[in-house]
């Protein structure tokens, strides 16, 4: 093995990604990090996955979702 085991600083500027205001569902339980994307869910009011809460809309900046999402 030849690889370099340094690590490029992130002093230089990053390519980064572009985000976008994403409609997404939040947990109201505000020691529960879990959130979901709106468009990947059907269900009108749903319940956490982790803890059951009731979710709430919001909105977050996330990278596009990928067109080879499946249907
Ligand atoms: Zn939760």
Same mark, same amino acid.
């Given at each position: 093995?030849?690889?370099s085991a340094r690590?490029?600083? /992130?002093? $230089? /500027? #990053?390519?980064?990604?572009?985000?976008?205001? !994403? =409609?997404? *569902?939040?947990? !109201?339980?505000?020691?529960?990090?879990? *959130?979901?994307? @709106? $468009?990947?869910?059907? %269900? #009108?009011?749903? @319940?956490?996955?982790?803890? $059951?809460? %009731?979710?709430?809309?919001?909105?977050?900046?996330?990278?596009?979702?990928?067109? @080879? =999402?499946?249907?």
């Amino acid at each position: 093995m030849n690889h370099s085991a340094r690590i490029p600083s /992130r002093s $230089g /500027r #990053e390519h980064a990604q572009p985000l976008y205001p !994403t =409609e997404v *569902w939040e947990c !109201t339980n505000e020691d529960c990090p879990c *959130w979901m994307r @709106k $468009g990947l869910t059907f %269900e #009108e009011q749903p @319940k956490c996955p982790m803890c $059951g809460s %009731e979710m709430m809309p919001g909105e977050r900046m996330l990278p596009r979702v990928s067109d @080879k =999402e499946p249907r």
